[in-house]
């Protein structure tokens, strides 16, 4: 048998991190770059890719940036091309990358639609079920062509959210003296829509050992106001906002022969939002 700790390695293997340099992407490259993989981090923000790639590479561990956009299916063809030029194999997929309404002080900064139900735009409806739904469809059919090829065996890992098994409390987003904001719709349906494509796939890839399972974050805090975090914080169970690296753990064993006999399931790391 082997030891618990070396189930948790990724030595030779491959990943890649698509939304790579974004809040939780970033911890996901690192990560997995800890633990022995290879790293691809893929991002639309070119230079940010560059940048999280290179301190990775500072650190002694393997990682390349790869402009990436999710929608384009040329894109995607190219991003998996480079991969296995560069590494040549891929074993793991973290489909990360995702439109999300924050709520953060930069996000506030920049206003933006109220995300009311009843005149939400439907360009901005469209736009989110293509980067969230159909992105996620198009990087992961063209990188089960690899897994397949090296022995029909992989791990993906799809990011879903508390609120695609809730709805939204709405009351979070409340702030007295200022006109109310909500989490739009989109982003509950294309979570929902995840969970869906996650169980779909893990069923479909019946009889291999390529795995597909969801992981499902709460709210990170990064740098948001009291009021919010306050409110956040009340609807937990720990009450508080989840530490940026506390994912990283569930990530891990999602990617590795920690979690050899998981398909089609969901890893809830919410600090109890979902439990009550």
């Known amino acids: 048998m082997t030891a618990i700790f070396d189930k948790f390695k990724l030595t030779d293997r491959v990943a890649i991190v698509t939304g790579g340099a974004g809040l939780l992407g970033k911890e996901f490259c690192r990560t997995l770059a800890e633990a022995g993989a290879g790293v691809v981090v893929a991002d639309i923000d070119a230079t940010s890719a560059a940048d999280t790639a290179a301190s990775i590479q500072g650190e002694g561990h393997l990682a390349i940036g790869i ?28 489909n990360s990358a995702a439109l ?11 206003g933006g639609n109220s995300g009311r139900f009843e005149d939400y735009p439907l360009d901005k409806w469209n736009s989110a079920l293509n980067v969230n739904l159909t992105g996620m469809f198009l990087v992961t059919q063209a990188c089960v062509q690899p897994m397949l090829a090296r022995g029909k ?44 494509f996650t ?37 937990t169970i720990l009450g508080r906002m989840a530490r940026l ?23 809830i790391v919410d600090g109890g939002w979902t439990a009550w």
């Open 67 to 94: 402009s990436l956009d999710v929608t384009s299916q040329e894109s995607v063809q190219q991003m998996v091309d480079q991969t296995l030029k560069g590494f040549g194999r891929l074993d793991i997929l973290v």
């Open 100 to 110: 999300d309404p924050k709520f953060d002080a930069a996000a506030l900064a920049k």
């Open 153 to 196: 065996k992989g791990s993906i890992i799809n990011l879903c959210s508390t609120y695609g098994l809730n709805g939204p409390d709405q009351r979070i987003y409340r702030k007295e003296g200022s006109p109310q904001t909500f989490k739009p719709v989109y982003y509950t349906v294309t979570k929902a829509g995840v969970l869906g």
């Open 199 to 235: 169980k779909y796939l893990a069923a479909y890839y019946m009889g291999t050992e390529l795995r597909v399972n969801a992981l499902t974050p709460g709210g990170v805090y990064n740098n948001h106001d009291e009021i919010f975090t306050d409110n956040y914080s009340a609807r």
């Open 245 to 267: 690296d506390e994912m990283n753990g569930a990530l891990l064993f999602l990617a590795s022969d920690a979690s050899s006999y998981m398909t089609g399931g969901n890893v």
